[in-house]
């Protein structure tokens, strides 16, 4: 009776049910998941899924240093504190850039190049510079969008300097939280006047979209501080948002051991935050894009949305409609029609590979004609709210999908399944019945 009465609790245009809730679930920015990843060489099969590239194409560069680690990070990245570090990895990063482009058929074009880790701007600027011109010489551009990510803490007057003239017109900055006392437990003291300096720097640099990563179910973190970070978010005139709600798992990210684990909200304030923050960027303006993405009406996300069109790769919601998307660097995922495939971890091993002429990729998972079926699924439930459904995947998840529909979480159509208003925070535990691979065997972050 406890979990009836609890699901009949509302927030917003959301509904709580619990038991709904219970099991983690990946976030689906590939299928299979990496979690499915299996350890090998990958080599050969990196290197035949690259020749077989044809047409439009995409470029993530992972850069995997900070200047400093927050403890509720859970990326691939280190401290860059060696200057010697940085310059023998870029001196590899370099390499791989060749030993991909070299590759790749001369009829392939690179629409769009973003940068990510860690925090690209780890290294210098004048390295940044060095990192297109590489790129420019080694692949074959058709006037790609360059889009990257920065940690406002360590964003100089320089890093605008090279941002204009370089051509970035998409940023992405931490913010987290702008809550000191929330900053303190989690280890990123970043003051708000540094943000607004970022913005305005990005601005006049001529950065068109800028995306605010903010995260909620964080320690210390009332609804009150939440509700705050999303006003200065949207006062400081953030284009896009994206609000995660942070995963604690000190037992897979050993330096979340320095967050409190008792000053951390419990399921149904995560679930009420997240439908705060749900309304409150509605309410302030922002379209809601897939289940944790807000972006104002108007900007490429906003509009992919509204015309179908949006997709989910290894950094989230997307309007990047590129099927390939070549990582490059230690860690970065690649995405070919038939493999998924990641890049050796260690930086260390893998300037040992580069430096080798070897390709990096030593850990992915070839994608199968019903991997391809079933991916095909999931994205369309979590990028525009419906698919259609064949039979035999509809009769093996029905059991199970009742009690969404039950709930007026989903809605059958003949084989048109839909996710009804205020199916946001379910839209995962959705997917997931489609998933071949959800075993327990593997574990995933809170589905809210």
């Known amino acids: ?96 850039i060749e030993l991909a482009g070299a590759l790749l058929d001369p009829s392939v074009r690179i629409g769009r190049i973003a940068f990510g880790g ?69 280890g990123r003291v970043q003051p708000a006047a540094m943000i607004e300096r970022s913005v305005e720097g990005l601005r006049k640099a001529g950065v068109e979209s800028i995306n605010f990563d903010l995260m909620y179910g964080l320690p210390f973190q009332t609804d009150e501080a939440l509700a705050d970070s999303l006003d200065r978010s949207a006062a400081m005139g953030a284009d896009r948002v994206a609000l995660f709600g942070y995963a604690h798992v000190p037992h897979l990210i050993p330096r979340q051991r320095r967050i409190d684990a008792s000053e951390l909200p419990d399921q149904r304030a995560r679930f009420r935050m997240a439908a705060q923050g749900h309304a409150r960027l509605v309410d302030a303006g922002y379209q809601a894009v897939g289940f ?48 998924l495939v990641q890049n050796e971890k260690n930086a260390g091993r893998y300037r040992m590979l580069v430096a080798a002429s070897l390709l990096p990729g030593r850990k992915g998972v070839v994608r199968t004609a019903e991997d391809r079926r079933r991916g095909r699924v999931i994205t369309d439930l979590l990028c525009r709210g419906h698919a259609r459904i064949e039979r035999d995947l509809l009769l093996a998840a029905r059991d199970r999908l009742d009690a969404f529909a039950e709930r007026g979480i989903v809605r059958l159509e003949g084989d048109l399944l839909v996710l009804e208003r205020g199916s946001e925070p379910y839209a995962r535990s959705v997917a997931a019945l489609f998933d071949a691979y959800r075993d327990g065997a593997h574990q995933f972050s809170s589905a809210v």
Request: charged share 20%; with cysteine.
């Open 1 to 96: 009776m406890a979990a009836d009465a609890l699901a009949s609790e509302s927030f917003g245009d959301w509904t709580y049910h619990p038991a709904l809730l219970a099991r983690p679930v990946p976030r689906y920015t590939s299928y299979p998941t990496a979690a499915e990843f299996v350890e090998d060489s990958f080599e050969q099969a990196q290197r035949t899924a690259l020749q077989a590239v044809r047409g439009t194409a995409s470029l993530y560069i992972h850069i995997p240093y900070c200047q400093e680690i927050c403890w509720y990070c859970g990326c691939n990245t280190g401290a860059a504190n060696k200057r010697q570090r940085l310059a023998a990895y870029l001196e590899a990063l370099h390499r791989e």
């Open 118 to 186: 860690g925090s690209p701007n780890a290294i210098k600027p004048t390295d940044f510079v060095r990192l297109i011109d590489a790129l420019t010489l080694n692949f074959r551009m058709e006037r790609p969008v360059l889009s990257i990510e920065l940690d406002p803490r360590s964003v100089t007057p320089d890093w605008f300097m090279a941002i204009r003239g370089i051509g970035v017109i998409k940023a992405s900055m931490g913010v987290q939280t702008f809550d000191p006392r929330v900053q303190a437990a989690i």
């Open 292 to 339: 944790d993405h807000f972006a104002r009406p108007g900007d490429d996300l906003a509009r992919a949305a509204l015309a179908g069109t949006l997709r989910r790769n290894f950094q989230g919601f997307t309007d990047d409609a590129a099927e390939t998307l070549i990582g490059l660097g230690a860690s970065a995922i690649s995405e070919f029609d038939g493999l």
